[in-house]
């Protein structure tokens, strides 16, 4: 680190940690040192899944599904909705977590034509 404004620099060392972290800790610059993290992530991770936040200053994972779809819980816990299939959308519920669904129709009124990728509407013909 270099401080000072004269001709002649003047160099600080910064200083690292004298001995191992706490496990699962990383280091981290402060803008001076090498601090350790106070947040432990994991030795591995898995593949195809998704690092968060799974409690104070611990990072979990959450396991993904074959075309699923992210969403959260009441409280914020978040989760991957299992694989959709053809015309589900995401329906949210009231103070619990999103659920998969499909639309309906109605007898004689609306007819559902659920596709992949596309929910088609029509009246009866």
Known sequence: LRSGASSAPSWSTATYPATATGTGTILRADGTNWTATT?????????????????????????????????????????????????????????????LSTLTGTTDQITVTNAAGSITLSTPQ
């Open 39 to 99: 947040a432990t992530y994991p030795t591995t991770t898995t593949i195809n899944r998704i690092l968060y936040s799974s409690a104070a200053d611990v990072i979990g994972e959450i396991t993904t599904a074959n075309s699923g779809v992210l969403v959260t819980s009441s409280s914020g816990v978040p989760s991957i909705l299992g694989s959709m299939t053809n015309g589900q959308i995401v329906i949210g519920s009231t103070g619990a977590t999103p659920v």
